[in-house]
């Protein structure tokens, strides 16, 4: 008998209140174990507070192809960065 | 005994077995069984040389001989070391490493808890700070026990060989003598009766979901806490762990 | 340097792709697990993950064997701190070599049957508490000077699993010298220590970048790729460079009596290691290949049961819920 523990993937949401962010993986034959697992080998240096792992298989990625239809689009939105207005200095911190 | 005399032995049981049992994992560094359980390993055995460095500080200070923390763990010799039996056992394998584990977390789980009620500050800060990883510990490790008994027939067999094995250790940890009814006495020490009784309804649990069959025999070995009679394996471990302290006395590093 | 002598592989593959492909890697894009790449490419890429991944986990063995004889508590801990740091760096690049199509478990049966390599330098014996010191200075030293430019490599996965490693390596050379100048500042026996595991681990270490490639072609091809950043010459004299006066701060000498600066190329001027040594080592005869091997080999062996115990629990546990669902 042999199969390998399967693949996890690791997002940890750090101390300072941000979302969870992709930070590695690891292998464990369950979610329980992931989840201690990652614990023990994504948190050593005190870097988060709160952990989720999914299964890697269960992860729907964007192909490579569809970089353009999805991602150009926002790159248009100018707006919707502060940077895009220009407030006089007059006018104080915005 | 004095209280003061009382204590000081109290705090070496205390920082000698995580001293020994942080010992005993960390032989385990680059040969676990995966990855992932290889740097598990080593976040306890950190957790319990910290561990170490705050039970058998504290004890130099109680003592007021003039010795450190690591003057306690590196130049005293077997008779001198007062941690319980079961924490100086061989590794062997995966299983008894990790049955070993599971009946020390329990135990030390139960008696850290009620260590942070103690009525002396130094302690109770140091078993609040302790309880927190060893929740971890106990966490880990009755998991894997319970993953290993009610896994496979080899891994059912394996771990049923260590608890035969590692059983008539237990005792030791709940045997209370004049040491412990000193130091329950003066508010620091818990009941260690009502510590077993909690430590049987949790190992139980653990047991039956790992089907596990306790042995029957009460029988229990004794010897460590008191430093009356160790095991053998005691005296190679510090051969090992007090190698250069003891070639080169006197040296800093 | 934890990946030596990495041949890349030839690649055949669409003249049009390989250019498009060449020339987002010449505009500094990342490649990412699902984009188009050369065969050549994936392959190079696996047996140089792979090839570092395995050093890093043999790498935990020579300095694992002082972790039960540490002379203090907080020695025993900090070393036992990095060797763990060690197993979590190899996980990280199995993790990364895992996105090219690859199994872990794959690759360590390439490890343990020898059909894959891992850095020569960790078949050597430690036998002092100072080696501690000069593994961590030396080994760790050369090793960051090939893996802080690495954090910068092409492949998108490789380049994060790098970037983590480096901001965590950041105390290992530290813990080492550290460990060398309380050596070097304590008794004559202690000196003495330490000047004889710098002897031992000097040319060991220049051994690490892996003998001149600057007529390479395999070396040619990864630079172009951005999986190699720099010739193994001018990573070995980077690494002279600074660590030579970091010697002489220790008051240790350099086992190399050619060993002088020269102004005009601004860098030390420097004895070769025995290349034939080199070549014994890297065909399995060194001081300490075949117990390296045999340990790495018994704790797979040793650890089935218990991987396949836990699997089995957790199958009877996955069926459970289903079936009450």
Redesign the interface.
Known sequence: MKHEWPLWEVFIRGQHGLNHRHVGSLHAPDAEHALRNARDVYTRRNEGVSIWVVEARHITASSPSDKGPLYEPSESKVYRHPTFFDIPDEAGHM | MTDRAALFEYLLRLGDSTLILGHRVSEWCGHAPALEEDIALANTALDLIGQTQMWLGLAGEVEGAGRSADDLAMLRDVWEFRNLLLVEQPNGDYGKTILRQCLFDAFHFELLTELTHARDDRIAGIAAKALKEVTYHLDRSSETVIGLGDGTEESNARLQAALDLLWPYVGEMFAADAVDAAMHKSGIAPDLAVLRSRFDTRIDAILTEATLTKPDSAYAQSGGKTGFRHSEHLGHMLTQMQWLQRAYPGATW | MYAQMVTSEATQDDPDKLAAFQARIDAGDKI?P???MPEGYRKTLIRQIGQHAHSE?VG??PE?NW???????????IL??K???E??H???L??AA?TLGV???ELTEMLLDGRMKYSSIFNYPTLT?ADMGAVGWLVDGAAIMNQVPLQRTSYGPYS??MI?ICK?ESFHQRQGYH?MM??AQ??P??KKMAQDALNRFWYPSLMMFGPSDTDSVHSAQSMKWKIKMNTNDELRQKFVDQTVPQAQYLGLSVPDETLRWNDEKGGYDFAEPDWSEFYDVIKGNGPCNTERLA?RN??WD?????????????E???AARMAAE
């Not at chain 3, 972790?67 to 801990?77: D, G, S, V």
């Not at chain 3, 040793?302 to 957790?314: F, N, P, Q, S």
């Open positions: 990412e699902k984009d188009w986990i935990q063995l694992g972790i039960t004889r540490a002379p203090t508590l907080e020695r025993k801990a036992l701190a060797v763990q740091d197993a979590g190899g996980l990280y199995y993790g895992e199994s872990r478990d508490w994060r699993a983590r965590e460990i309380k050596m304590g008794t026996a202690q340990a018994k704790a040793d650890g089935a049961w218990v991987r396949e115990g836990l699997m089995a629990h957790a009877k546990k996955r």
